[in-house]
């Protein structure tokens, strides 16, 4: 896995999120501040510009920009969530990259996204996506399974985990304060993580 993956994986990652920035928003404003759409728009395409303006020179530098980047401009919680994962990400990853090496730094980061948002799997946040895609990565590691069927699983589980939040009541943020009414409704972040994903595992297919 070379610099070039990271850097597609983040440049699809944006136009994921610019596709589906209604479908984000209109998430968030069921149960929020009808603004993560714009939010992780605005990160993403941020992030995009400055991997274009400033090529990295590993892996790990893609993963500490790319973090450093979402928390400088991406407001509300998300920002400092996925920003604080990518940093933790590019510190963990050694080189060269492997699939074991990215099982272990996904892991690392997801850790600290769980402990800065202080949140676990159930409380209907973006942990109940990122939870099952570093699972599903740490049983390709196991099974020995190439890292594009890796990657297509992490994202699959991810998906499922998105989609499971719907019955679940809010623990954690803004949408706690709704009690049951936040039940019946897609966690945004949730759903931006399984786009996330999606969007490494494209990005590893089209690099063949």
């Known amino acids: 896995m070379d610099t070039g993956l990271f850097v597609a994986w983040l440049d699809e ?7 589906d920035r209604e479908r984000l928003t209109e998430l968030d404003a069921a149960i929020g501040d009808a603004d993560h759409g714009a939010n992780l728009d605005r ?13 990295p020179g590993s892996p790990a530098q893609v993963l500490t920009e790319a973090g450093t980047t979402l928390i400088r401009r991406v407001g509300g919680a998300s920002g400092p969530l996925y920003g604080s994962m990518f940093r933790q990400m590019g510190r963990t990853l ?18 600290a996204l769980e402990r800065l948002g202080k949140a676990a799997v159930g409380d209907k946040t973006m942990v109940d996506a990122l939870v099952p895609a570093s699972r599903a990565l740490a049983l390709a590691v196991r099974d020995g399974i190439g890292a ?9 589980a991810a998906a499922e985990g998105a989609r499971d939040t719907i019955p679940l009541q809010a ?13 019946g409704h897609e966690d945004p972040g949730a759903a931006s993580t399984a786009l996330i994903m999606e969007a490494l595992a494209t990005a590893a297919r089209a690099e063949g």
């Open 13 to 19: 990652a944006a136009r994921l999120v610019r596709r």
């Open 148 to 156: 594009l069927e890796a990657f297509e699983r992490a994202a699959a």
């Open 171 to 183: 623990r954690k943020g803004r949408a706690s304060y709704l009690g049951e009414r936040s039940m």
């Open 43 to 55: 990160g993403f395409t941020e992030v995009a510009k400055a991997l274009a303006d400033r090529p």
């Open 94 to 111: 050694e080189s060269p990259v492997t699939l074991f090496h990215f099982e272990a730094a996904f892991e690392a980061g997801v850790v």
